[in-house]
Structure formats: C-alpha cells, structure tokens
C-alpha cells in the first residue's frame, strides 16, 4: 500500500509517497507561502499531495503540522508560523478532495511515530521522541500506541518545569526545559555569559550572534566558560529526562534536533547525568539514542498514521 506524508512547515512544504516497509518516493517540496491565506496554503498542500501520489492509487495521507492540532477532528487548532490555518478543518477537506482517510497530528507525534516504525526506534514498544531545537518538543508512544490524550495535546515533554527561577517560557510559565535548555536557550545562556568566553570567537568569525552550536565546539575545543553552559543544560536535560523515565517508563529516548547533533561526547554525558537521576529500578531499563530520520521523520511518521 502506498501512503502519503506530508510535513507541513512555516517556510516549505515536504511531502513524499511512503510504502509499509518506510521506502520513499516522489519526494517533493513546495513553498509554504504562509502570508498568503489559509486557500493558498491549502492549495499548495494539495499540489504536493498530488506530486508525492504520481499516478498510482494511494490508500491514506497524514500531515504534520507544527503546533496544535484536534487529531480526531482533524482540525488544526493553532499554529503559530501560519496563523492563516488557525481552525482550518484540513483533515476534512483533503478528505473529501483525495477519497482516502487523512490524519493530522502535531509534528513531534509524527516524528515520534516515524522513529517507532522505522528509524532509532524500531523494536522498541515504548519510547519518547525529544527535539531539542529551537524549542523543545515532543511525542510519546506507550507499549505501540502513539499518546494523544483529551485534546491531542499530550506529549508536550519542553514544557516540564525543570527550574522554577529559570528563564520565561513562550508558554507563559517560568523555567521550562524548553526555556533553559533548547539551542535558543543555550544562545541564551551564552549571551549572559563571560565576554572572554571562546564561543564568542566563533560567532565574530562568522559575523553573527553566538549560537548553540558555537557553545557545543567551545565545549569541545576545552573553553570553561562553555564547559559550565554545558554542564548546566545536561544538568536540566537530566533531571526533566528523568521524570519522564519515572512517568512512562520507556524503552527508549530517542533524542533530534539541531542540538543533538552535539555529538556522542553530549550524549555520553546525558546518559550519565540520566543515570544519576533516576531510582536505583530503573537503571538499566532504557537507553538514549540519537534519532535516525532527521528531517524525514516527520513524512514517515505522518504517512504511517495516515495508513491507521
Ligand atoms: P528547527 O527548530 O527549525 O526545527 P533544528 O532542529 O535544526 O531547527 O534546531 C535548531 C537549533 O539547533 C538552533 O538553536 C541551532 O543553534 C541548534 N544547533 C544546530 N546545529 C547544532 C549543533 N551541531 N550543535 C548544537 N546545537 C546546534
Ligand atoms: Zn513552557
């Protein structure tokens, strides 16, 4: 059976036709053209459903969407890079246009889905999905099942509170993961930080203000003042990684994102650090790896829900 997966983003749409063993063709690509209206975008998904398709018959399509989605009404409740689609009932429409069933879910839920069937997550019956990118994100799949909840709102995994004193969040509340230890909020940390510090180096040398990557090669070049970032944010990453072990108890936690392109030294520490965290019964339960589909694990995971 042939599925469509689309991974609808603020600046491009990505879509490709995916077969059960999680073979990719007719990859596409499409400007999103968020300015333009709700029917613009929405003709734009339809284009590259189309282009993905080819000619042969498919069965389903899933998307994924950044932000808030109602999967069982397939509705898009808010996203907040193309405020035009705010309440848009695209699960409905494409329904209707294409004949198959179509899914919608939050994007993290989809890559957490791609990486259960086909990525670092494969044999694994219960894992986290974690993005540490711009923000942080998540999804959840407990013993097969992804996890909506009510609203489909589960698997906010950025918004634990790890530091009640720690940054704002763009939630609203204070100290978030997300807050403290998403690659904005390294940039962050690093901006506070000793002028003296080696990550600013890199960053004049590019022209640009300091970035999360510019911390992580300070780190490993041996800068202390990157040493104590690091530290600090493995420190949260720990401690909210734990919580999330004692919650759901997963098999795997599979970690994407710019930031997890830190490397194996940063992963290495966050199993140790995680390790620490946890009651004595769960060590030796789980392990963190890196996730296996970057970019593509939203199009695979929207197109094996779109297959449910
Ligand atoms: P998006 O949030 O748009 O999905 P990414 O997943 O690529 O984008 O995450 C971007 C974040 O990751 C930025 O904060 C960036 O500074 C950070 N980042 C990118 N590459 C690295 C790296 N090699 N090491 C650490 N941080 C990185
Ligand atoms: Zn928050």
Redesign the pocket.
Known sequence: KRYIGVDLGGTKIAAACVDESGHITNETRIETGAHEGAESVYERIRQAIMRASGEEPIHGIGIAVPGLTDPRTGTILTLSNIPSLDGFPLADRLAKEFGVSVQIDNDANAASWGEYHFGSGKGADSLLFV?I???IGGGIVLNGQTIQGKQGFAGELGHMVVDPEGFACGCGRKGCLEAVAS??AI?RWAKEADPQALFFQYAKEQNREV???DV?QAWEAGDSIANEIVENVIRYLGMGFANYIHIFNPERIVVG???S??GVRFFDLLRKQVEQETIPVYKGTFEIVPAELLERGAILGAAMLGGK
């Open positions: 993005t990118s711009t923000g690659g904005t940039a970035r999360s990557e992580f994102g710019g930031v392109k830190a």
